[in-house]
């Protein structure tokens, strides 16, 4: 079982920058593809960065260039940081961890943490 907790979240004027933070328990974090996602009000959750177990990164095609994802193996963290913020990016993020076996994979989700931003 992997548990995750993000911090970071706030209020923040457009242009201004915010670092999300997701911590994992257990000792398989090293295993885990690790994502974070948002959810704006009347919007389906969607995914805005992902960094693989190898350190392979993707991001959603609105938040290149502006946010960062990377992830800390040592101490079961992910980080997204994001910068020149815009309102259109106000949502619920959230941190997903995917792991992968063969024939099984399952997933965790975080409890979410807010972001404002104000223009």
């Known amino acids: 079982q992997v548990q995750l907790v993000e911090s970071g979240g706030g209020w923040v004027q457009a242009g201004g920058s915010l670092r999300l933070s997701c911590a994992a328990s257990?000792?398989?974090?090293?295993?885990?593809?690790m994502s974070w996602y948002r959810q704006a009000p009347g919007k389906q959750r969607g995914m805005v960065a992902t960094i693989t177990t190898g350190g392979s990164t993707n991001y959603e095609d609105s938040v290149k260039g502006r946010f960062t994802i990377s992830r800390d193996n040592a101490e079961n963290t992910v980080y997204l940081h994001l910068n020149n913020l815009k309102p259109e990016d106000t949502a619920v993020y959230y941190c997903?961890?995917?792991?992968?076996?063969?024939?099984?994979?399952?997933?965790?989700w975080g409890q979410g943490t807010q972001v404002n931003v104000s223009s």
């Open positions: 997903n961890a995917v792991l992968i076996q063969p024939g099984w994979s399952r997933d965790y």
């Open positions: 257990g000792s398989i974090f090293s295993r885990l593809i």
